[in-house]
């Protein structure tokens, strides 16, 4: 069985973000939704989310898109998480900023070795949450 797994702060979501979660779905028999923690939201983009990580995944498992939805590791890139599931395929938004050769490598020298797609927008100008948040 291949399991997917998308990663993401999940804040005001939005048809974006259900766009991304369908297209992750594709990917794989089985979808584990990881939801990022209110600490590290703030570590990554400088402020607190406008709902907290306990919300927000309360809406992703509210989707039901998800055959998993859990909250993230509390330390960034441990990727305990992805050792703890050893997806077969790793699915990233189109504006998350890692790099898919810096990430393989991390990967790689924890044994594991996903396949890495990242998922193309969805009406960005439109649908993004930073432009929602205004």
Same mark, same amino acid.
């Given at each position: 069985?291949?399991?997917?797994? %998308?990663?993401?702060?999940?804040? #005001?979501?939005?048809?974006?973000?259900?766009?991304?979660?369908?297209?992750?779905?594709? $990917?794989?028999? *089985? $979808?584990?939704?990881?939801? %990022?923690?209110?600490?590290?939201?703030?570590?990554?983009?400088?402020?607190?989310?406008?709902?907290?990580?306990?919300?927000?995944?309360?809406?992703?498992?509210?989707?039901?898109?998800?055959?998993?939805?859990?909250?993230?590791? +509390?330390?960034? +890139?441990?990727?305990?998480?992805?050792? *703890?599931?050893?997806?077969?395929?790793?699915?990233?938004?189109?504006?998350?900023?890692?790099?898919?050769?810096? $990430?393989?490598?991390? #990967?790689?020298? $924890?044994?594991?070795?996903?396949?890495?797609?990242?998922?193309?927008?969805?009406?960005?100008?439109?649908?993004?949450?930073?432009? #929602? +948040?205004?």
């Amino acid at each position: 069985m291949r399991t997917a797994m %998308a990663f993401g702060t999940f804040d #005001l979501l939005h048809p974006g973000h259900i766009y991304y979660l369908k297209k992750a779905r594709e $990917l794989a028999d *089985r $979808l584990v939704v990881v939801v %990022a923690r209110d600490e590290n939201v703030l570590r990554a983009k400088g402020r607190k989310p406008l709902h907290n990580e306990k919300e927000r995944l309360a809406q992703i498992q509210g989707l039901e898109m998800a055959d998993e939805a859990i909250l993230g590791d +509390r330390e960034m +890139r441990k990727w305990g998480i992805i050792k *703890r599931f050893h997806p077969t395929v790793i699915a990233l938004g189109y504006d998350q900023s890692i790099a898919i050769p810096s $990430l393989q490598k991390e #990967l790689k020298e $924890l044994g594991l070795s996903p396949e890495i797609k990242r998922i193309g927008s969805f009406k960005p100008e439109k649908y993004k949450s930073s432009k #929602l +948040r205004k």
